[in-house]
T-cell receptor
Framework: NAGVMQNPRHLVRRRGQEARLRCSPM?????VYWYRQLPEEGLKFMVY????????ESGMPKERFSAEFPKEGPSILRIQQVVRGDSAAYFC???????????FGPGTRLTVL | DQQVKQNSPSLSVQEGRISILNCDYT??????FLWYKKYPAEGPTFLIS?????DKNEDGRFTVFLNKSAKHLSLHIVPSQPGDSAVYFC??????????????FGKGTLLTVNP
């Protein structure tokens, strides 16, 4: 049973470009969560999605960030017009039901030049 | 505003001895606590949890203690093994509230177990 998969593992973007991070949850999991870890910090909750629905985006920056979890395909975290402060590790997690025992992917490390 | 604090960035212990990792929290509404373990280039892996109605939970070599009055929890690993070397994150949630999926993490403690 494959775990949570994230790609790419590393992403380099120049300021002003767009970053698209993908997350495929574990088989049978319909709940997806995105967290961000800035350097020297703990993981911080960004958004919680179920298939085709955003349930809680209270941790998302108000501008430039969006997330989706379509009926088919992976969940996508999209960052438009990236800035240096967006450089971080972005972790996706999934669960079979809404719960805190979440299964994390390996993360995408975003570097903005 | 750091609601979950791990004040020791690192800890080094000898193989076979006890490792004690500490965590403090400020939000008295937190009612469920978890420890995650993270190896380099991997995501965090759930290790053990405890509800606020308990003061101890044990799973093999891992025991978590909760002191609600002090808003403090600790993870004990006995005996420590070199494979335990990793970053350990303490996390908390409002399990009885409407957002029982939202984890608040500490900054982590790097544990090194020396052979």
């Amino acid at each position: 049973n494959a775990g949570v998969m994230q790609n790419p593992r590393h992403l380099v973007r120049r300021r002003g470009q767009e970053a698209r991070l993908r997350c495929s949850p574990m088989k049978g999991h319909s709940h997806v969560y995105w967290y961000r870890q800035l350097p020297e910090e703990g993981l911080k909750f960004m958004v919680y999605l179920q298939k085709e629905n955003i349930i809680d985006e209270s941790g998302m920056p108000k501008e430039r960030f969006s997330a989706e979890f379509p009926k088919e395909g992976p969940s996508i975290l999209r960052i438009q017009q990236v800035v240096r402060g967006d450089s971080a590790a972005y972790f996706c997690a999934s669960s079979p039901r809404v719960q805190v025992e979440q299964f994390f992917g390996p993360g995408t490390r975003l570097t903005v030049l | 505003d750091q609601q979950v604090k791990q004040n020791s960035p690192s800890l080094s212990v000898q193989e076979g001895r006890i490792s004690i990792l500490n965590c403090d929290y400020t939000n008295s509404m937190f009612d469920y606590f978890l420890w995650y373990k993270k190896y380099p280039a991997e995501g965090p892996t759930f290790l053990i949890s405890i509800s606020s109605i308990k003061d101890k939970n044990e799973d093999g070599r891992f025991t978590v203690f909760l002191n609600k009055s002090a808003k403090h929890l600790s993870l004990h690993i006995v005996p420590s093994q070199p494979g335990d070397s990793a970053v350990y994150f303490c996390a908390a949630s409002l399990n009885s509230g409407g957002s029982n999926y939202k984890l608040t993490f500490g900054k982590g403690t790097l544990l090194t177990v020396n052979p």
